[in-house]
């Protein structure tokens, strides 16, 4: 593989979305057949590299396998070949095709190294669902991963309608391409929805103990979030905020699942965490500056946050770090510290009216209540700037565009305007008759009368209300009484 773009490869794709080879749902059908069977032939390599590259555990590896294999199930059963076909030609039957829509074309994928076999399957079976021709860019890196994925995707797929190459620096190829770029730290402000899809890699992930919560459900699925997969996860924990009446027993159970999980795992899983420099340079200087404390090993450190100015209450944290800082309730959870709008996503741990004022108040690109799912450990942030796929990151309509066909004729309120435009003779339809219709009252909402009134007006009525059922009665008592009272004086005057 050269350094630079194989051009002839780039061509043969480009000539393929100009002719439309991948659109085909049998080929699409047939391309993901191909790239399932490839990766279940190679299943013992492809974990063997995955063990070798982040020194994960057993289970933690084939995590990652079976769900990016299950991520090309799920974009191969979407592909509905009798379904396709009727919408393809329900025009030519006087049927609207008015969902139909197509592969954007070529697709780029720049993967990111955190499960980086999940995060280059996974974008590359849903962009072939959706019809388009792929490139996916592999720089030299010492990733066993990637030397597997260089021999098995090319041998796989279509090669006019896919390719691997190193980087690719022409701007025309990117410019006409939907870029999957998951290792982009921020995006750009001429970012386009139909042309970029960027992971938004420094955006946080937050979660909230409140102290309602399940507590030792809450510390099991923090910490088993935050330490996995060596703690580079962007939808691990970066922070912890948790209710001042509960943070000793929340701390208390954090400490025992991080030390049972460690306890029971080998060496090979123990010495990948903690290697963001970043990150632990900011823990020691704020030990130093005794804003922090913090418990642990070597292989794993619980933050209490003692001074909320820290640094590390707005960093993205890397590694196997949790801090976590005292909230007094849920308001201060939400509004005293200032996050990201979106956060990448919210935590919320708390009975079920609070977890929902929480995820209500605080916005995120997905909130989870009392849980934290595993398939959002794995793979890499979602572009925030497109709709959530809560169960495989990336969805088939991302890499497609709306393209709809229309025949069958216009509903009445259009037909009426075509009427009045057109100036048919035979037409009845007047100037006069469509104002009627225009200044045509809405229909009532069904609400009832009292709840017509406006916000003042249903003040002024509550207020009444109070005064009426309330204040009115202690005055009539206690006229009463007094008037009670002047009658029997006045009756002992004129005794007298």
Not at 138 to 144: A, I, K
Not at 229 to 246: H, I, K, M, Q, R
Not at 343 to 349: E, I, K, M, V, W
């Amino acid at each position: 593989m050269s350094s630079s773009p194989d051009i002839p490869a780039i061509e043969r794709l480009q000539d393929a979305v100009t002719d439309g080879r991948a659109e085909n749902i049998r080929y699409r059908q047939n391309q993901l057949q191909s790239l399932h069977a490839s990766l279940r032939e190679e299943a013992g390599s492809i974990c063997s590299a995955l063990a070798k590259d982040a020194q994960s555990s057993a289970a933690e590896v084939e995590t990652e396998y079976y769900l990016a294999m299950d991520a090309v199930r799920h974009f191969y059963d979407s592909l509905n070949f009798a379904e396709e076909h009727e919408k393809e030609y329900a025009v030519t039957h006087g049927k609207d095709n008015a969902t139909r829509r197509l592969g954007a074309g070529l697709v780029v994928i720049r993967p990111t190294s955190h499960t980086r076999f999940y995060s280059i399957v996974t974008p590359l079976a849903a962009a072939i669902s959706a019809g388009n021709c792929v490139i996916v860019e592999l720089q030299d890196t010492l990733l066993q991963v990637d030397s597997v994925l260089r021999k098995l995707l090319p041998a796989a797929l279509d090669i006019n309608t896919f390719c691997l190459t190193k980087t690719i620096a022409d701007s025309s190829i990117l410019e006409t391409a939907l870029l999957v770029d998951q290792t982009s730290a921020s995006s750009s402000a001429n970012t386009s929805l139909t042309t970029q899809m960027l992971s938004s890699t420094t955006k946080r992930t937050v979660a909230i103990v409140d102290r309602t919560a399940d507590i030792q459900a809450a510390a099991k699925a923090i910490t088993n979030a935050r330490f996995s997969f060596g703690g580079t996860s962007p939808y691990a924990p970066d922070l912890v905020l948790v209710n001042e009446f509960v943070k000793q027993d929340f701390f208390e159970a954090c400490s025992k699942y991080a030390t049972l999980a460690f306890a029971r795992e080998s060496s090979a899983r123990k010495v990948s965490g903690n290697q963001s420099e970043e990150t632990r340079k900011a823990v020691k200087d704020a030990e130093d500056r005794k804003q922090v404390s913090s418990f642990g090993s070597n292989y794993f450190k619980l933050i209490d946050i003692l001074d909320r100015s820290t640094p590390l209450m707005d960093m993205k944290i890397s590694g196997r770090y949790l801090p976590i800082a005292t909230c007094s309730g849920l308001v201060d959870a939400i509004f005293t510290q200032q996050f990201e709008n979106p956060l990448l996503a919210g935590y919320f741990f708390a009975d079920p009216a609070s977890a929902k004022y929480l995820a209500h108040h605080l916005p995120c690109h997905v909130s989870c209540l009392n849980q934290i799912p595993v398939q959002l450990l794995v793979g890499p942030a979602a572009p925030t700037a497109h709709d959530a796929d809560y169960l495989y990151r990336y969805s088939k309509g991302m890499f497609s565009v709306a393209r709809p066909q229309y025949v069958e004729p216009l509903p009445e309120a259009f037909t009426k305007a075509a009427g009045l435009l057109a100036r048919d003779s035979k037409n009845k339809i007047t100037p006069s008759a469509i104002r009627a219709l225009a200044v045509k009252p809405l229909k009532p909402t069904g609400q009832p009368k009292n709840e017509q009134l406006g916000f003042f007006e249903a003040g002024f009525l509550t207020m009444a209300s109070i005064t009426l059922f309330g204040i009115l009665p202690i005055v009539g008592y206690t006229t009463w009484i007094t008037s009670r009272k002047a009658i029997e004086f006045a009756l002992r005057w004129r005794q007298q």
